[in-house]
């Protein structure tokens, strides 16, 4: 009698989640593995010049780009000139951290210059706070290519950026690119993030005390990235800017007359800019900059605090008053 042979069916394989991402990048044993390329051979030559010390050459797990894990002089690494101020308090509280840790581990990144200096675009705020502590050395991931240093605003989240410090660092890049590259604004979107941050950079760097949260809203739908060469864009954005510090005088006006009537809020500027907003109850619309602006001036200059009454302020929203709260 013949007997019928049982046949195993292979087992049946899991589905990826729906969403889930594929796996890619290199294993964590592989990371060392290879020649770097000769320009990177050539940097790790160049940093041994400068006082430094190699501690180990590797791929980054997830694009494979090589890159250098380095000692440093501490007086060659300065910040970009392009960051943010430093905040002393931030600074104290980072080194009493390390101070009492007795240890730092936090690498920073860098590039190196044409003139063996290393910059830093994310680390301003641990490089202080090691010089404070009288560090000899820093620790630092260096990256070859130096147009990384310009694109790494986007990774910088070593303390939360405020809207003046984003617009800042965005603006003082676009200066800094501006020398370098000639290339259209638009091109820099990634470098950037927001047309918006430029415009209100150039306004905070003739007037540390703009309430640029107040703009910020109507700004994100009116302006946008041009298609001029950077260097004529920023003359562009500086013009840009010297209209929304007009409007800002204008504004404060009106705000001033609120508060000779008794009004007391944190929300009375964002008030007045939006009663003055034509985009207002436009959900989503966008609108040309210059249109928009002059707009807004012309309201602005016609606002009667007179006719506000106690209960349309109370009902407003928005970002306080930055310059009633500095």
Not at 83 to 111: E, F, K, N, T
Not at 242 to 265: H, I, K, M, N, Y
Not at 319 to 325: F, L, N, S
Request: proline share 7%.
């Amino acid at each position: 009698m013949a007997t019928t042979k049982t046949v195993k069916k292979p087992p049946r394989r899991k589905k990826r989640p729906e969403g889930a991402p594929r796996s890619r990048g290199i294993a964590a044993d592989a990371l060392g593995n290879g020649s770097p390329p000769a320009a990177v051979t050539r940097l790790a030559a160049a940093i041994d010049a400068d006082g430094g010390s190699v501690l180990a050459t590797y791929r980054d797990p997830l694009g494979g780009n090589w890159q250098l894990f380095v000692g440093l002089p501490i007086d060659l690494v300065e910040p970009t000139p392009y960051q943010r101020d430093l905040s002393d308090p931030h600074v104290a509280r980072l080194c009493s951290a390390i101070d009492r840790l007795g240890r730092y581990l936090d690498p920073m990144v860098v590039v190196r210059t044409d003139d063996g200096h290393y910059w830093t675009p994310n680390g301003n705020h641990r490089l202080a706070a090691l010089r404070t502590l009288g560090a000899r050395a820093a620790v630092a991931i260096v990256v070859p290519e130096v147009e990384v240093a310009h694109r790494i605003l986007l990774l910088n989240t070593e303390k939360a950026h405020n809207l003046r410090e984003r617009a800042l660092e965005v603006a003082r890049l676009a200066e800094n690119l501006a020398q370098l590259d000639d290339r259209p604004e638009r091109q820099f979107e990634p470098e950037f993030e927001e047309a918006a941050l430029l415009t209100l950079g150039l306004c905070y760097m003739q007037n540390g005390r703009f309430a640029g949260g107040a703009y910020h809203p109507v700004l994100r739908r009116i302006d946008r990235f041009l298609g001029s060469a950077l260097p004529k864009a920023l003359d562009i954005r500086r013009g840009r800017a010297e209209r929304l510090l007009e409007l800002e005088d204008t504004v404060s006006e009106a705000v001033r007359a609120l508060r000779e009537r008794g009004f007391e809020s944190p929300y009375l500027r964002a008030f007045v800019v939006a009663r003055i907003n034509p985009l207002r109850f436009k959900r989503g619309a966008t609108a040309e900059f210059d249109e928009t602006i002059d707009r807004m001036l012309t309201s602005a200059r016609r606002f009667d605090a007179g006719r506000i009454k106690a209960d349309q302020v109370a009902r407003a929203a928005g970002p306080p008053d930055e310059t009633a709260a500095s």
